[in-house]
């Protein structure tokens, strides 16, 4: 089968064998793959948890059919549309645990499907499991514009959180995040960013942050944040390192959390498919809960899709189709 992978020449599509599924894993027929930043880093031979380096074929999440189950597989037969996340998604064939995967809605394309596994499991988790965002709370979504920060926007409108704030850094993706539900749109490279939050929230700060940038607006968020407030560290594309005031922090008390996928075990994983499931499903049925789609490539010009990706002018999802 064809696959996108990342060789000694750099990233390429090549042949391979199809892999097959054991245990609870399911074996899928790919039709649609949706970018990531992750993505993008190991195309370069960055590592993302264990994965990455010579060898790997690239890619978190997707949308096709099942073509065949693991022994243990459950829940899910052949045949079935669905979408999903795991590794070694840009490829004609992936294979996944049978807890990370989604039916597909009736009259949902497979382009639009691929778009939705990392950020529902994502943002769901860090907004409502981790943040426990309650309706009326106030929430920042820090790097609003990607595509998990505008599920994330999305998904606190519907939770009832009031005012939903969201950041971003340019001008024109800031304009339009109040079409996902940002009550109030901040650049956080703007000195005054933490007055414009703390304005809008009567002065106390926002129940909860969701950070996806982390570096140098760590202390900014602590100043933005309400005593007793919630910040959930979800990504760093600012930085790993910063300057950290834990006086701030300590005299706010503030709840510091960081979560990602990659030290979870596939128990947790599956749990967290199961509460997006038993959560918000129906506003993922009903179309309620999307992605716009920024650009779609054919598989064949995947490399250039990752041009598009790595220019940062995109809004939304950039999906590849097979």
Not at 187 to 197: H, I, L, N, R
Not at 263 to 283: C, G, H, K, L, Y
Request: hydrophobic share 45%; net charge neutral.
């Amino acid at each position: 089968m064809k696959a996108y992978v990342f060789t000694e020449k750099g990233a390429e599509i090549v042949e391979i064998a199809a892999p097959k599924p054991t245990g609870t894993q399911v074996l899928i027929e790919v039709k649609a793959c949706g970018l990531n930043r992750a993505d993008l880093g190991m195309t370069k031979g960055q590592a993302h948890g264990a994965a990455g380096g010579i060898g790997t074929v690239l890619g978190m999440e997707w949308a096709g059919e099942i073509a065949e189950l693991g022994p243990d597989a459950k829940g899910f037969t052949v045949g079935e549309r669905v979408m999903g996340s795991g590794g070694a998604a840009f490829a004609e064939y992936t294979v996944t645990d049978h807890g990370r995967l989604f039916h597909i809605p009736p009259g949902m394309g497979f382009d639009t499907a691929c778009t939705l596994p990392v950020a529902l499991s994502t943002m769901h988790n860090a907004l409502v499991t981790v943040g426990g965002l309650q309706a009326g709370q106030s929430v920042l979504i820090q790097g609003a514009s990607s595509g998990v920060g505008l599920m994330a926007l999305q998904i606190a409108k519907l939770k009832g959180a009031k005012p939903v704030i969201g950041s971003s850094t340019h001008a024109a993706r800031r304009g339009r995040l109040g079409e996902f539900g940002a009550d109030l749109a901040v650049d956080s490279k703007d000195a005054g960013w933490v007055d414009e939050v703390l304005k809008a929230t009567g002065g106390n700060g926002v129940d909860l942050i969701i950070d996806q940038i982390s570096g140098p607006v760590a202390n900014q968020n602590l100043k933005a944040t309400k005593v007793l407030g919630r910040i959930v560290n979800v990504g760093r594309l600012g930085g790993t390192h910063a300057d950290f005031n834990f006086d701030l922090h300590a005299a706010r008390r503030i709840s510091y959390i960081g979560v990602t996928f990659r030290t979870r075990s596939m128990q947790e994983i599956r749990d967290i498919f199961s509460a997006v499931r038993a959560d918000i499903w129906p506003a993922v049925e009903s179309g309620k809960l999307k992605l716009p789609i920024d650009k779609v490539y054919p598989f064949a010009d995947i490399g250039t899709a990752f041009d598009h990706m790595e220019a940062n002018k995109h809004l939304g999802k950039i999906v590849v189709t097979l």
